[in-house]
């Protein structure tokens, strides 16, 4: 399974495309919208609330887009041979499944923290008092959305396929789950329905950590925490049923 990430890594770090889309292309959105956005309030602490509404929407969704696309090379390896050329080798077949989620953890957390990182040495953002629980979200908003893009890939029966469920399913979470939009200006329907979303649940998690000062400890923010793992933990057992299916089809 180890030698499964690194070669994906490997592949990851050669592809000057994928490194511009999951590294380069989140920080031009969220330099774009934090101009446009986080200097609207007539107090700092509206600056504030505005900077980190667009750093935690904006790096959920385009982490749902770039999970998505993980998840589509397992359907690349699938047309390609070399996923049964995988089955062959002794090699467990649950290795397989399992070496893309960490792959894709791996690389989630990268953007993360580089998406962070970038907001704290350009615009400010104050991450430095906040480190743990800041590690903690995002690792387990990684974990979340990673399952994600593994349980598309287990559906999809192509790479197109893949990119039209990713587009369309990242867009109405986004949408509904507080990415583009403000939960508190939305209709008090569309804030209910926002909590079956990741982005709800990993953006309400970061402003626990920058707008509402909880620690680490706090019950609240832990709850965003449980939630996340939750998330993930059922969209990497949906997936891991679907792995098997498709396995048993190539076999």
Known sequence: MIKLVRKDLKLFFGNKQDMLLTFILPIIFITLFSF??????????????????VVAGTSVMMLLFSVAGIGGSLIDEKQEGMLKKLLCSPMPPNHIHY????YAIIISIAQLIIMFVYAWLV???DIMHHLPSLALMILVTAYA???FGILLASFAKSRQQVQGYSTIV????SAMGGS????FIMP?????IAVVSVNYWGIQGFHDIFLRYLPITDITFLSKVFVLIGIGT????IALLMFKKNILKIV
Request: net charge negative; proline share 2%.
């Open 36 to 53: 446009v956005f986080g200097k609207m309030g007539n107090t700092e602490e509206d600056n504030l609330g505005g900077l980190v509404h």
């Open 99 to 102: 070496g893309k989620m960490v």
């Open 123 to 125: 615009f400010g953002l």
């Open 145 to 147: 959305c990673s399952g």
């Open 170 to 173: 990242v867009l109405v979470m």
């Open 180 to 183: 583009m939009i403000p939960i």
């Open 188 to 192: 008090e329907m569309m804030q209910k």
């Open 234 to 237: 059922l969209l990497n057992f």
